[in-house]
């Protein structure tokens, strides 16, 4: 599985090439809060065989960066390097390589391991997880939705009442930013909400919105109606049903 909006249909080389400069160190700098109080990391790693967490490990999660995000990594640390089948030496790994579908603005990366993290380093990738900006039909960001393919692995999906206030306003925040600049950036992820939609509305289920106003509702895939809920409410993951 991959942190981000894959898809081919995102931003083209020639035009990213001639696209105004994003300042990621001002960038990284406003999307640095954590997401809970507490270390949610110690409560998914021990269900990961590879003993950390399910998103900082290689044969789980591949983090990608655009390629403007890569120079300003590769200029100031060398926590990251441009990842390679090899990277995992894990057999418990959960990567489907036949579906990699790497759009030309974007790279898969791969860090030298939780242990040695570098916060202030970490790709917008890693601070966006487990959530994506997630897009409407007519085209609005209303708000964070999650990477539904990480349900069973993340607990913070399980327990999305306890995201901060900071963290959603910080998220929204930096997304309005990169698309204000990008504008092209917010297609690839319209099309990771409409996939989002599809998957849901096959499950019967609809979707979980932790929106840009603050409050939390359930959007039904199909019309894209969305009422009002207590996250509290939210539908909780095997292995984190009862925790
Ligand atoms: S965000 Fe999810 S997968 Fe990553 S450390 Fe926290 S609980 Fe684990
Ligand atoms: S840079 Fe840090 S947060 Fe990102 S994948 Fe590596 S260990 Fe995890």
Known sequence: ??????????AKIDKVNNRPKLN?????????????KIDCGAKCAVYNPNGVPFCCDICHALPVAYLEEWKYLKKNTD???VWKVEDCKSNNATIDQSNLD?????LLLACKGAQYCEREFRAVSCRQFPFFPYVT?????????YEWEFEHQCWVISHLDQV????????????????????????????????????????KQRIPIL????????LSPKEERIQ??????????????QQ
């Open 79 to 81: 926590l990251w390097h």
């Open 1 to 10: 599985m991959v942190i981000c909006p894959l898809n081919s249909r995102s």
């Open 137 to 145: 039909t007519d085209f609005r960001f209303i708000g964070l939705a």
């Open 164 to 203: 901060s206030k900071t963290y959603r306003n910080e998220f929204i925040t930096t997304y309005d930013e990169i698309f204000n600049l990008w504008p092209e950036e917010m297609e690839s992820y319209a099309i990771k909400s409409e996939e989002m939609r599809s998957t849901f509305l096959q499950r």
């Open 102 to 106: 790497l759009p030309e603005n974007m």
């Open 211 to 218: 929106h840009r106003n603050g409050k939390d509702y359930m």
């Open 24 to 36: 990621f160190s001002k960038l990284y700098g406003g999307f640095n809060a954590p997401i809970l």
């Open 228 to 241: 009002v809920v207590s996250s509290s409410n939210f539908r909780k993951f095997a292995p984190y049903s």
